[in-house]
């Protein structure tokens, strides 16, 4: 079974800053997805970036980047120039193979920026 | 991305009824959607996986006879809370698992309130 941990449960930076969340998981499957959710006051789940375990090119989305250690088991995120629209809990997740499997996800990070 | 909706947004209900929430791909079809709970500050937590004209698989711990799951058609997964009791009070989320793609499309949740 895999599992996913965030170590930091709330964290709050300036607005314009750079900030960074945790993430640390266990699996002994090969193949697998890494993601970063976001959940706002709304609770709907927004895809903020993706992994492929295979690649080794850590993924970038805009101000979103990763840092994925995969030999580590690390998958932290990097938030650069932080927006008001940031504010939301973030949540980690695993998903093993290539599609079309359930997501564990880690107890989350409420991240709010501070104007 | 996929759509995906979910119907009611919220409900309040007593003790001991049953409730119906549905959870419909929008412009996908889905042969596999995935049930969630979320509890008040805390993460996702799988409940089942609906599969398209097949039994659900559920996660250890979730009472099938408790949490029917009926996925009749490529579009529409239905979760039944049965005799809902104040402890099922719970934010109910579906995701449909896009077939070979690598994401997952969250509905907007349910809020069930059991009085």
């Given at each position: 079974a895999q599992t996913v941990t965030q170590s930091q449960?709330?964290?709050?930076?300036?607005?314009?800053e750079t900030v960074t969340l945790s993430c640390t998981y266990d699996t002994s499957e090969s193949n697998y997805y890494l993601f970063w959710y976001k959940q706002p006051p709304s609770r709907q789940m927004i895809l903020v970036i993706r992994q492929e375990a295979y690649k080794q090119q850590n993924a970038t989305e805009n101000r979103f980047?990763?840092?994925f250690q995969k030999a580590a088991?690390?998958?932290s995120l990097k938030i650069s120039d932080s927006q008001l629209g940031d504010t939301a809990m973030y949540f980690c997740a695993f998903m093993k193979g290539f599609g079309n499997e359930k997501l564990t996800f880690g107890t989350g990070t409420r991240l709010t920026i501070i104007p | 991305g996929a759509v995906v909706s979910q119907?009611?947004?919220?409900?309040?209900?007593?003790?001991?009824?049953?409730?119906?929430?549905?959870?419909?791909?929008?412009?996908?079809?889905?042969?596999?959607?995935?049930?969630?709970?979320q509890f008040p500050k805390q993460?996702?937590?799988l409940m089942a996986t609906s599969n398209e004209g097949s039994k659900a698989t559920y996660e250890q711990g979730v009472e099938k006879d408790k949490f029917l799951i009926n996925h009749a058609s490529l579009t529409?997964?239905?979760?039944?809370?049965t005799s809902a009791h104040p402890e099922d009070s719970s934010f109910y989320i579906c995701s449909?698992?896009?077939?070979?793609?690598?994401e997952q499309f969250f509905g907007p949740g349910t809020r069930l309130?059991?009085?």
């Open positions: 449960p709330e964290m709050s930076v300036q607005e314009a980047s990763v840092n088991k690390s998958f | 119907h009611p947004s919220w409900v309040i209900c007593k003790s001991g009824t049953s409730v119906k929430i549905e959870c419909r791909s929008l412009d996908f079809q889905a042969t596999t959607m995935f049930w969630y709970r993460s996702l937590m529409l997964s239905t979760l039944t809370v449909n698992g896009a077939g070979g793609l690598d309130t059991v009085l």
